[in-house]
Antibody
């Protein structure tokens, strides 16, 4: 059973860069897609982007200019960087896994990131 | 404004049946992309409930069922139980976004 464990800074000031890491246990990164999803307080889920180990990555157009996702196969981890954050980026961020054409079948525990001056 | 539209809330008494709709468009469900459903309890990660329109993962009771039509999908929950109180989200792929899109979520209240 795959497990995803995520961590990162929970409190940021406006204009700083959000950085989160997700460690994967029980499965290699190869052969799967890895994604980040966020959920503002009291609101719904928003897809941030996805990538796989072949170098393929896609980002939500609304965030594309500020998002970077990386895979580290040596550590079996993947990461999210979101630059120039504002209060609108305050959300619960989830890392997750899916197979091509399939649903999201594994989730991290979530990291609450608050952007406040 | 989500590309998939769900009712903000539904309710039902224990034992009753409720349905949650997910209305899309020609850029997502209408193109034939599959729909998945998730259940989310407060403060926790979503849990996969229905995948590829009408399939249940192992461990999900058969009280939960899914269906899909031209540009919409539905989640049905029969024999409502108190533990079913949660938020429910539909998900599909959207060609205009070139990525995943979620419905706005539906809060189920068990009366």
């Amino acid at each position: 059973q795959v497990q995803l464990q995520q961590w990162g800074a929970g409190l940021l000031k406006p204009s700083e860069t959000l950085s989160l890491t997700c460690a994967v246990y029980g499965e290699p990164l190869s052969g799967y897609y890895w994604t980040w999803i966020r959920q503002p307080p009291g609101k719904g889920l928003e897809w941030i982007g996805e990538m796989n180990d072949s170098g393929s990555s896609k980002y939500n157009p609304s965030l594309k200019s500020r998002v970077t996702m990386l895979l580290d196969t040596s550590k079996n981890q993947f990461s999210l960087n979101l630059s120039s954050v504002t209060a609108a980026d305050t959300a619960l961020y989830f890392c997750a896994k899916f197979e091509y054409g399939g649903p999201i079948d594994s989730w991290g525990q979530g990291t609450l990131v608050t952007v406040s001056s | 404004q989500s590309l998939l539209t769900q009712p903000p809330s539904v309710s039902g008494a224990p034992g009753q049946r409720v349905t949650i709709s997910c209305t899309g468009s020609s850029s997502n469900i209408g193109t034939g992309y599959d729909v998945h459903w998730y259940q989310q309890l407060p403060g926790t990660a979503p849990k996969l409930l229905i995948y590829v329109n009408n399939n249940r993962p192992s461990g999900v009771p058969d009280r939960f069922s899914g269906s899909r039509s031209a540009t919409s999908a539905s989640l049905a929950i029969s024999g409502l139980q108190a533990e079913d109180a949660a938020d429910y989200y539909c998900q599909s792929y959207d060609s205009s976004l070139s990525g995943w899109v979620f419905g706005g979520g539906t809060k189920l209240t068990v009366l």
